[in-house]
Nanobody
Framework: QLQPVESGGGLVQIGGSLRLPCAAD???????IAWFRQAPGKEREGVAC????????DYADSVKGRFTISRDSAKNTVYLQMHSLKPGDTTIYYC????????????????????WGQGTQVTVSS
C-alpha cells in the first residue's frame, strides 16, 4: 500500500507559521497531491492541491493568501507552507495522492485520492 508521510505539525502561536512536508517512497511527481484537514465532527476539507503536471494549484477560500503548496522534485516532497495561522486552522492535516493530471478542490474530492498519510496535528494557540 502506497502511503505518503506527513510531518512538521506542532504547536504555534496565532499569527505564526509552519511548513508541513509530505514525503513518500513512490514518485509524487506522478500524482496530483492535496492537503486536507479534518476537525472533530466535521467533514474532511480540501485545503490546497497541486497537479502532477505542476501547472494547476487550488486553495480553499479560507487559506488563500496564507497557505502555499509547492513541490520539490529533487526531494520527492510536497510542502504546505502556512502563514498567519489562526485558531480555526487547528486540526489534523492529511496529505493525499491521486493519479490525476489536474487538481481542483471543488471537482476533485476526497474519493478521488487513493493514497493517504496518517496525518499531522497542527495546533494554533494564543
Amino acid at each position: 500500500q502506497l502511503q505518503p508521510v506527513e510531518s512538521g505539525g506542532g504547536l504555534v502561536q496565532i499569527g505564526g507559521s509552519l511548513r508541513l512536508p509530505c514525503a513518500a517512497d513512490f514518485n509524487l511527481d506522478l500524482y496530483t497531491i492535496a492537503w486536507f484537514r479534518q476537525a472533530p465532527g466535521k467533514e474532511r476539507e480540501g485545503v490546497a492541491c497541486t497537479s502532477s503536471t505542476d501547472e494547476d494549484t487550488d486553495y480553499a477560500d479560507s487559506v488563500k493568501g496564507r497557505f502555499t503548496i509547492s513541490r520539490d522534485s529533487a526531494k520527492n516532497t510536497v510542502y504546505l507552507q502556512m502563514h498567519s495561522l489562526k485558531p480555526g486552522d487547528t486540526t489534523i492535516y492529511y496529505c493525499a495522492a491521486a493519479p490525476l493530471t489536474t487538481c481542483g478542490l471543488e471537482y476533485v474530492g476526497v474519493r478521488e485520492y487513493n493514497y493517504w498519510g496518517q496525518g499531522t496535528q497542527v495546533t494554533v494557540s494564543s
